[in-house]
């Protein structure tokens, strides 16, 4: 069965500086979709980025990129000159071939001004 | 558009309770999800439809709960009857296509004393 592991409960990271969100999952298939999404206090999941298998290209979005390593079943986040309005729980979600989304456990992220 | 919505996005009721949580997907979208977020079990998909017909229901905890979507446009998740263990948050999603973007509700905070 699939899974999704986040080893990292809770990140921070200077205002303006650059932070790293580690990924894994593990999965037999070839071709999967693989997501980044931010849950503010608010509590509503926002899209932050996502990320087809069969591409090469890393993923960007303004400040957000991804590195997704295929071989190594590898899927970080970097945040850029993080903001304070970055501070959230970040989950990274795999989708299977049935498109269902198989969530990690999420890492907290906090900013510090 | 004016996303998803939920209702009621809080609730607390008492044990024993008929409790039933409502969501209104995006004009357009085909796939509905219903989702559970604790900090124990993390996010659970517990039921998703598609165009209006349930798909896989093998996340929803017991027979206590059950789901419908009667249209295009209106879905419930009712638990009856509620128990203390069914405190959590729970997500109405929606997305258009299999691989599209998955929009969250904002949620509904279910306490059950």
């Known amino acids: 069965a699939q899974t999704v592991t986040q080893s990292q409960p809770e990140m921070s990271v200077q205002e303006a500086e650059t932070v790293t969100l580690s990924c894994t999952y593990d999965?037999?298939?070839?071709?999967?979709?693989l997501f980044w999404y931010k849950q503010p206090p608010s509590r509503q999941m926002i899209l932050v980025i996502r990320q087809e298998a069969y591409k090469q290209q890393n993923a960007t979005e303004n400040r957000f990129s991804v590195n997704f390593q295929k071989a190594a079943k590898s899927f970080s986040l970097k945040i850029s000159d993080s903001q304070l309005g970055d501070a959230a729980m970040y989950f990274c979600a795999y989708a299977d071939s049935n498109y269902q989304l198989i969530w990690g456990a999420g890492t907290k992220l906090i900013i510090k001004p | 558009d004016a996303g998803v919505i939920q209702s009621p996005r809080h609730e607390v009721t008492e044990m024993g309770q008929e409790v039933t949580l409502r969501c209104k997907p995006i004009?357009?979208?085909?796939?509905l999800f219903w989702y559970r977020q604790t900090m124990m079990r993390g996010l659970e998909l517990l039921i998703y439809?598609?165009?209006?017909?349930?798909?896989?229901d093998s996340g929803m905890p017991e027979d206590r709960f059950s789901a419908k979507m009667p249209n295009a446009s209106f879905s419930t998740l009712k638990i009856q009857p509620s128990e203390p263990r069914d405190s959590a948050v729970y997500f109405c999603?929606?997305?258009?296509?299999?691989?599209?973007?998955?929009?969250f509700g904002e949620g509904s905070r279910l306490t059950v004393l």
């Open positions: 004009s357009g979208h085909d796939y």
């Open positions: 999965t037999s298939e070839s071709d999967y979709y």
């Open positions: 999603a929606s997305r258009t296509g299999a691989w599209g973007e998955l929009f």
């Open positions: 439809f598609n165009n209006n017909v349930p798909i896989d």
